[in-house]
């Protein structure tokens, strides 16, 4: 590969893509290459919780609590008193309501939910995303030509819930391929994900067992993801979380992807 520098500039770049392919060492003037393509690298800590109501939390309606939405259904929400602050999930339609993630505010009234959203006329009629239905927390979307063939990635992700038996999913998915899956139970509180992943070709990226959250050993076999698309168009990763008890919640700490240049 020839390569070439800028003046006071610290990067070495490729004289046919010009693109950065490394950087230059201050010491005796060394150069390491970084590889053929560049690496990328996606992180936030947001440090964010959902809930979910009840299945009987359903056909809607809203009124004024203050100054306030509040969700009103004829069945109990069954939100607990410690998940005020956590996050539901609400679509509406056929008004102005914008879709997406509202704070709890309260939920003394068994059969009302008020959330963190200026009460106006004409929002529409809402939805919530209720207990054992997928939500999708992150959308990270990883621009066309990212990922190439030799590349490795890997996927960190540090989430908190309720400790109980009932269960908790959480879902990594590359684009269209199911990357990890993991319903956790037995009172854990914690989790700690450390997801590997090598790019083999154009459509193929090899990864370990599904519900495996890191590095180890696993009972499920190596897997194969395909995203629609291939690996050169843009994809997109979302993380996802479910919850089955309205009493409990999810919380996504903090989360990183790292894609290795060849």
Known sequence: MATYLKPSNPFIYDTTTNG???????????????????????????????????????????????????????????????????????????GTGVNGF??????????????????????GTPTVSLVNADITIVTQTIPAGTMNVGMTMELDLLVSCTGSANNKTVKAN???????????????????????????????????ALAAPGHGTATGANLILQPSGGIGAAQDLTIVGSIANAGEFLRLEAWSLKINGA
């Open 20 to 94: 950065i392919v490394g950087v230059r060492s201050e010491v005796a003037n060394h150069f390491f290459l970084g590889g053929q393509y560049e690496p990328a690298y996606y992180k936030a800590a947001p440090q964010f919780s959902i809930a979910a109501p009840a299945s009987t939390f359903t056909s809607l309606t809203y009124e004024a609590d203050g100054a306030n939405v509040r969700l009103v259904s004829a069945g109990v929400h069954g939100i607990a008193a410690g998940s005020v602050g956590h996050s539901v999930y609400v679509t509406w339609a056929g």
């Open 102 to 123: 509202y704070a709890i505010v309260d939920r003394s009234v068994t059969t009302k939910l008020t959330i963190n959203l200026p009460h106006v006329a004409g929002l």
């Open 174 to 208: 590359l684009g269209s391929a199911a990357w990890y899956s993991q319903t956790i139970a037995s009172s854990i509180q914690s989790l700690c994900v450390e997801k590997k992943a090598c790019v083999l070709s154009s459509t193929d990226v090899l990864t370990n």
